[in-house]
């Protein structure tokens, strides 16, 4: 398979939850409170924060 994903933005591993929030995920919410869709993606490995950061 020869396929390409294209992204908006990605953190590392020092990157702190009000940084993700503030930059890209606050953006999201007036839409969301108007009923329109949002999806944020978080992926890594097992046991890197992801739902910390989710929740």
């Known amino acids: ?4 994903y294209r992204l908006d933005f990605f953190y590392g591993q020092d990157s702190e939850v009000g940084q993700i929030f503030n930059r890209d995920v606050s953006r999201l919410l007036p839409g969301v409170l108007r009923g329109d869709n949002a999806t944020v993606f978080a992926y890594g490995a097992t046991g890197s924060g992801k739902t910390y950061t989710m929740q």
């Open 1 to 4: 398979r020869n396929e390409c």
